[in-house]
T-cell receptor
Framework: AQSVSQHNHHVILSEAASLELGCNYS??????LFWYVQYPGQHLQLLLKYFSGDPLVKGIKGFEAEFIKSKFSFNLRKPSVQWSDTAEYFC?????????????FGTGTLLAVQP | DTAVSQTPKYLVTQMGNDKSIKCEQN?????MYWYKQDSKKFLKIMFS???????INETVPNRFSPKSPDKAHLNLHINSLELGDSAVYFC???????????FGQGTRLTVV
């Protein structure tokens, strides 16, 4: 069965610090990978996605992620975080099988950025 | 215009009641979903409809019944609500041939 692991449940950083959130997945087939962000009290928003091609993908708000197939990883990075980046971050894998198209989410990482 | 909209945003109700949550998308997507986010923020898919046809039905109590009157709408009806149903329910939509999904604002359901 497909699964997604986010090992960092809670990360606290100071502004301007660099960020890396880990994401590992378990799926034997071709994967499509996503990072979603959920700001306090809000809905999920897509940060970035990987379908194919360049394994380093850039998303909104200065975020990027690197797909490393050999490590089954898709870590999220940002060189310098801001207080406004405080949110919950979810890694997800798209399990595509025929007509089904469902996202399997990791358990999320709560990022708190201190001013 | 809101791409995926859900109503209501908040729902407080007593155990045993029946309630519905509505979802509409104006993106022209052909697939819609319901996800449940529990108190620990864990997100799990419940249902998926493609062109009004149920294609994913995860292990969900049969008290939960999705209804899709057309491609743009996917409603969730819950019978005999229980305390454990308290959660945030997110509607989402996507095009089956394009991956990822757009999420609604969520409905925070509290069963007392």
């Amino acid at each position: 069965a497909q699964s997604v692991s986010q090992h960092n449940h809670h990360v606290i950083l100071s502004e301007a610090a660099s960020l890396e959130l880990g994401c590992n997945y378990s799926y034997g087939g071709t994967v499509n990978l996503f990072w979603y962000v959920q700001y306090p009290g809000q809905h999920l928003q897509l940060l970035l996605k990987y379908f194919s091609g360049d394994p380093l993908v850039k998303g909104i708000k200065g975020f990027e992620a690197e797909f490393i197939k050999s490590k089954f990883s898709f870590n999220l990075r940002k060189p310098s975080v801001q207080w406004s980046d405080t949110a919950e971050y979810f890694c997800a894998v798209n399990a595509r099988n025929g007509a089904t198209n469902k996202l399997i989410f990791g358990t999320g990482t709560l990022l708190a950025v201190q001013p | 215009d809101t791409a995926v909209s859900q109503t209501p945003k908040y729902l407080v109700t007593q155990m045993g009641n029946d309630k519905s949550i509505k979802c509409e998308q104006n993106l022209g997507h052909d697939t819609m979903y319901w996800y449940k986010q529990d108190s620990k923020k864990f997100l799990k898919i419940m249902f998926s409809y493609n062109n009004k046809e149920l294609i994913i039905n995860e292990t969900v109590p049969n008290r939960f019944s999705p209804k899709s009157p057309d491609k743009a709408h996917l409603n969730l009806h819950i019978n005999s609500l229980e305390l454990g149903d308290s959660a945030v329910y997110f509607c989402a939509s996507s095009h089956v041939s394009r991956f990822g999904a757009f999420f609604g604002q969520g409905t925070r359901l509290t069963v007392v």
